[in-house]
């Protein structure tokens, strides 16, 4: 029944990420894609419930538990977003993205058994890390998603092809680029250090590859966070931080595990 | 008729063509007295906007005309780096329907726009000025603007025209979320540049300041938009706060370039910058686009902004088109009929010289201030029968050739005259 409703909620945003397209020019079709995500969203959220009433339940700090609820979580935060940022665009971009890493982290929980799926502490530590990390990650990937238009709007613009993408205002991207990285960074940064701490209580190396690499993610996202902070800079800098940031820190969650899994 | 058209415009050469090509209003009627001097050609007149440079003329060896216009608008107008593919040539009716589209501002970079209308009025004053437009030219003119002004009545293409105004806010509406509170900096002076200022301003645009050469101008300017001015000292200080910069200076070499550019945006953190260069020559170096956060939009990129629009106003645009064609119609009629001219202003000479010598005759003849009715009667018999009596004595001795049929029916069609099928 949990995969069932997962692999639902990933088509509906996959739907949603075509419907999106679809706005461009037929502008109807935005206000669907907005309900194919809330819906999509609805059906995650039993998906989590399902997972966790499931014997023996898995828990959310498993890689593939994780992983969806970073997916939802890129969701919720869009949805809650479009009321403050003329961003609807960016929908296709959501929509596909949290569509198929919910189908990866389905089709891993169809094939990891719940011992393999990942560790299962329960302790506070734990959840906190899971919790803030995923929040921040998910943030960090929608301020990613507005660097990226960012980059692609200016590159429209200088050669004079717009609006071909119909990606909202440079300004507004940048608006929302440093909404989410204001909030994800903190999160992140809250993550890293519970997971350290919970690391700590189990005894074990805090030195992993996943935890290095999370380190240099986070400090890729020192450049963005002090040229906004501290220089109070606007467009393209902060725009390939917030890009090359995610990237690496991609690469810690998802990059070392298939690495690690491949070998 | 015999009219031919050489030109470039924005839909042949890019603006670093054009911006050589440009005939300020005061050198007009100078060139065009020099073009009908001397040459082959009859009457001529030159128009110059931003956007074209075209000479019209009017010539009995079109064929030698059109080379001779060549020569001078790449060579006496410009500098010679116009190619032959950056130059139209048109001759009769293309010519004439060339003309009323672009009074009627339909080859427009901005489709509907008034002032192209102003600058062909210009033209055509300049022409008469300089005494190189007749008849011809003449009355080319007055139906290109009488079609212009049907266009702008009759159809919605004046109404709501593709604007640089409502250019200027999509493109401002790509790098900002919303114009409220932005500031518009207005280098110089000119109608599309206040067109498009006016547009930002509707759109929000809070701030406005002006820089002009001359202060006066630009206060004058500053007023009218609720802005400020100042002299072009300040222009560093100005470029740092602005969001939209819009450029309409009359420069001979570009005002901007990178090295003016490059301090104002290392203080603006990031903040885009929209530049619209709506001069010609240009204002801004093409090379400060690649300035990073610098948008910069030539008239040459804005046409491409337009050309969009322009498909989008189809029924418009035909109905428009159709105006054109009647008055086109109109005009090749009234060419048709020129060679007629001497002939019929002769025959209404005669008739007149005739009637006012026979209204002489029948005043000396009246007795009292007022002639009696039987001498009105005898007088209109007379006039009557010496207009008919050489026509009359023609047909007679004509109709004894083989002619003789075809002038009694010429006859009854001049005169309206209906016979019945007895009498014939």
Same mark, same amino acid.
């Given at each position: 029944?949990?995969?069932?409703?997962?692999?639902?909620?990933?088509?509906?945003?996959?739907?949603?990420?075509?419907?999106?397209?679809?706005?461009? !020019?037929?502008?109807?079709?935005? %206000?669907?894609?907005?309900?194919?995500?809330?819906?999509?969203?609805?059906?995650?959220?039993? %998906?989590?419930i399902g997972l966790h009433r499931q014997t023996p339940p898995v828990s959310l700090e498993s890689f593939p538990a994780a992983l969806s609820l970073i997916a939802w979580l890129i969701v919720v935060a869009y949805l809650l977003c479009l009321r403050m940022f003329p961003i609807r665009s960016v929908g296709v971009w959501v929509g596909a993205a949290a569509g198929l890493v919910t189908l990866a982290a389905d089709?891993?929980?169809?094939?990891?058994?719940?011992?393999?799926?990942?560790?299962?502490?329960?302790?506070?530590?734990?959840?906190?890390?899971?919790?803030?990390?995923?929040?921040?990650?998910?943030?960090?990937?929608?301020?990613?998603?507005? @660097?990226?238009?960012?980059l692609a709007k200016e590159r429209q613009l200088k050669h004079k092809r717009w609006p071909r993408l119909g990606l909202p205002s440079l300004e507004g991207l940048d608006r929302f680029e440093h909404l989410s990285l204001s909030l994800g960074f903190p999160l992140l940064t809250l993550g890293v250090i519970s997971g350290f701490v919970w690391g700590a209580d189990r005894g074990v190396s805090p030195w992993t590859g996943h935890s290095l690499w999370l380190l240099g993610a986070w400090a890729v996202y020192l450049l963005p966070v002090g040229l906004r902070v501290v220089r109070r800079q606007h467009g393209h800098l902060p725009a390939r931080g917030v890009v090359l940031g995610f990237a690496l820190l991609a690469f810690s969650y998802v990059g070392i595990r298939l690495l690690g899994a491949v070998a | 008729m015999n009219v031919v058209l050489v030109g470039l415009s924005h839909h042949t050469a890019p603006v670093a063509i054009r911006e050589r090509y440009v005939v300020t209003e005061s050198a007009l009627s100078g060139l065009n007295e020099k073009l009908v001097r001397g040459s082959d050609i009859d009457e001529a007149a030159l128009i110059s906007t931003c956007n074209r440079t075209e000479v019209l003329a009017v010539s009995r060896s079109p064929e030698r005309a059109l080379e001779h216009l060549l020569d001078f608008l790449r060579y006496e107008l410009g500098d010679g780096s116009a190619s032959v593919a950056h130059?139209?040539?048109?001759?009769?009716?293309?010519?004439?329907?060339?003309l009323l589209r672009v009074a009627a501002s339909l080859d427009s970079m901005v489709l509907g726009e008034a002032q192209i209308l102003g600058q062909v009025k210009a033209a055509y004053r300049a022409g008469v000025q300089g005494r190189s437009v007749g008849p011809i030219l003449n009355r080319l003119f007055q139906s290109a603007f009488r079609a212009a002004k049907r266009v702008r009545s009759e159809t919605g293409l004046g109404a709501s025209p593709v604007s640089l105004a409502s250019i200027g806010v999509q493109l401002a509406c790509e790098l900002f979320e919303s114009l409220a509170g932005k500031k518009v900096l207005l280098l110089g002076s000119g109608?599309?540049?206040?067109?498009?200022?006016? @547009?930002?301003?509707?759109?929000?645009?809070?701030? &406005?300041?002006?820089?002009?050469?001359? /202060?006066?101008?630009?206060?004058?300017?500053?007023?009218?938009?609720?802005?400020? #001015?100042? %002299?072009?000292? $300040?222009?560093?200080?100005?470029?740092?706060?602005?969001? &939209?910069?819009?450029?309409?200076? *009359?420069? +001979?070499?570009?005002?901007?370039?990178?090295?003016?550019? +490059?301090?104002?945006?290392?203080?603006?953190?990031?903040?885009?910058?929209?530049?619209?260069?709506? %001069?010609? /020559?240009?204002? &801004?170096?093409? #090379?400060?686009? !690649?300035?990073?956060?610098?948008?910069?939009?030539?008239?040459?990129?804005?046409?491409? &902004?337009?050309?969009? @629009?322009?498909?989008?106003?189809?029924?418009?645009?035909?109905a428009?088109?159709?105006?054109?064609? #009647? +008055? =086109?119609?109109?005009?090749?009629?009234?060419?048709? *009929?020129?060679?007629?001219?001497?002939?019929? =202003?002769?025959?209404?000479?005669?008739?007149?010289?005739?009637?006012?010598?026979?209204?002489?005759? $029948?005043?000396?003849?009246?007795?009292?201030?007022?002639?009696?009715?039987?001498?009105? +009667?005898?007088?209109?018999?007379?006039?009557?029968?010496?207009?008919?009596?050489?026509?009359?004595?023609?047909?007679r001795a004509e109709s004894e050739l083989a002619g003789g049929l075809y002038y009694a029916d010429a006859a009854r069609r001049l005169f309206g005259l209906e016979l019945e099928d007895d009498e014939e």
């Open positions: 029944m949990t995969h069932l409703t997962y692999e639902l909620a990933a088509l509906l945003y996959l739907a949603a990420g075509t419907l999106g397209a679809l706005a461009r !020019t037929r502008p109807r079709a935005a %206000g669907g894609m907005v309900g194919l995500l809330a819906l999509g969203a609805g059906l995650h959220a039993v %998906g989590f089709a891993a929980l169809r094939w990891l058994s719940p011992a393999a799926a990942g560790p299962h502490s329960g302790g506070t530590w734990s959840h906190a890390h899971v919790l803030l990390s995923a929040g921040g990650f998910s943030l960090l990937a929608l301020a990613s998603l507005a @660097g990226l238009a960012y | 130059v139209y040539e048109l001759r009769d009716a293309d010519a004439v329907a060339h109608a599309m540049a206040e067109s498009a200022l006016r @547009g930002l301003q509707e759109a929000g645009a809070e701030s &406005v300041a002006v820089l002009s050469r001359t /202060p006066e101008s630009a206060l004058r300017l500053a007023r009218r938009f609720a802005g400020r #001015s100042a %002299g072009l000292d $300040a222009l560093d200080e100005e470029l740092s706060a602005a969001a &939209v910069v819009l450029c309409s200076l *009359q420069v +001979e070499r570009p005002l901007l370039g990178r090295a003016q550019l +490059e301090g104002p945006m290392r203080r603006r953190q990031g903040r885009p910058l929209l530049i619209v260069d709506l %001069g010609v /020559p240009r204002n &801004v170096e093409p #090379s400060v686009n !690649t300035l990073k956060d610098v948008y910069l939009y030539d008239l040459d990129d804005l046409e491409r &902004v337009a050309e969009r @629009g322009r498909a989008q106003r189809g029924a418009a645009l035909e428009a088109l159709a105006i054109l064609a #009647s +008055e =086109r119609d109109r005009f090749e009629a009234w060419c048709a *009929q020129l060679p007629l001219v001497p002939t019929i =202003r002769k025959l209404v000479q005669y008739a007149n010289e005739l009637a006012r010598s026979e209204a002489r005759r $029948a005043a000396s003849g009246a007795t009292g201030s007022e002639a009696s009715p039987e001498v009105l +009667e005898r007088m209109a018999e007379r006039i009557v029968a010496k207009l008919l009596h050489q026509p009359l004595r023609r047909l």
